[in-house]
């Protein structure tokens, strides 16, 4: 077993496709498919399902995946500490709901960064799509909220998905709106002084149910409802249509000049926190990751109170 067969087997989870990771690591698809094989032959077990449509990780590939993403981040430091080897390239992978903290959190993990070739990637997704890509380890963490609604919808699915979910903060529901909303001058709101705005949503897919909503009170009856796909587009309307979106309160004035939060006279929570797989380690950029995301939530909400 090589360091290059552990990045082609991480290539092949992340992409979901031999065909697809052999196009990205520039190989053969032949070459990659025996690479596979041969260390699937060495540890005697099989790593991926192959079907039709794709591949999937077994349940001993999780858990080598864990061991593989650990060993190759480490090696890549090893070589850039120890023999200069600048240019290898670091791979981090995270998957979340609409959250700005997230955002803000992956920003100055890469001022930290000292890396002159790197592969990061974060991706503003469906609630159903993080919880896929942390448990196919496409993605080293996931953040998503729960409260009482979906707590026991979401749990039994992290759970039978070999998923933990690890609480980062409570926060009390708000409005998101635009500046020049007419509502703006509120210090408190209630969902009947909004019902003649459009409520903002993000679309979730084929699993468009209530519970995967990234909203709060996704049953009350919105007398106007647009659901949008990414948050440039939330915003857009929020600020062309007075729509409004309920969320957790926290906001970065830097990231979102034109939006304001104002509390919700209601009796709920939202608890953000972060999913990881039971069978992977948390590597070291996880692990700055994570200490950047509670310290950009702490700081946010005590400007708030």
Do not use: W
């Not at 990045?7 to 052999?22: C, P, R, T």
């Not at 500490?81 to 995270?94: A, E, H, M, P, V």
């Not at 647009?226 to 309920?246: A, C, E, H, P, Q």
């Not at 608890?271 to 069978?279: M, T």
């Amino acid at each position: 077993m090589t360091l290059q067969q552990l990045k082609y087997v991480l290539q092949v989870a992340k992409d979901g496709s031999i065909n697809e990771a052999a196009k990205n690591l520039f190989i053969s698809q032949p070459s990659l498919s025996n690479s596979i094989k041969d260390i699937e032959a060495e540890l005697q077990i099989s790593l991926f399902h192959r079907t039709n449509k794709g591949i999937t990780i077994t349940n001993e590939g999780e858990a080598f995946l864990g061991y593989a993403r650990a060993v190759v981040e480490q090696y890549a430091l090893l070589e850039e500490r120890y023999l200069d080897k600048r240019n290898t390239q670091i791979s981090f992978s995270i998957s979340t709901q609409h959250y700005s903290f997230a955002i803000n959190a992956f920003v100055e993990l890469l001022k930290e960064v000292d890396y002159d070739a790197y592969n990061f990637s974060i991706e503003e997704t469906k609630t159903n799509e993080i919880i896929e890509n942390v448990k196919n380890m496409k993605s080293e963490i996931g953040i998503l909220y729960m409260n009482d609604f979906n707590h026991d919808v979401i749990s039994k699915i992290l759970n039978e998905s070999n998923l933990t979910f690890h609480s980062l903060f409570v926060a009390k529901p708000h409005v998101f709106m635009s500046t020049t909303h007419p509502l703006a001058s509120k210090s408190v709101l209630t969902l009947e002084e909004l019902d003649d705005y459009p409520y903002l949503s993000y679309l979730q897919g084929d699993t468009n149910s209530f519970y995967f909503m990234e909203e709060i009170q996704s049953t009350y009856p919105h007398k106007k409802s647009i659901k949008v796909s990414d948050r440039g587009t939330l915003f857009n309307l929020m600020i062309g249509l007075n729509g409004y979106t309920i969320s957790t309160g926290i906001i970065f004035n830097e990231l979102n000049p034109e939006v304001i939060a104002i509390p919700l006279a209601i009796d709920d929570y939202i608890e953000v926190g972060y999913i990881i797989h039971k069978k992977s380690f948390i590597t070291p950029l996880a692990t700055r990751y994570l200490e950047l995301l509670k310290e950009s939530c702490e700081s946010s909400i005590i400007r708030e109170s």
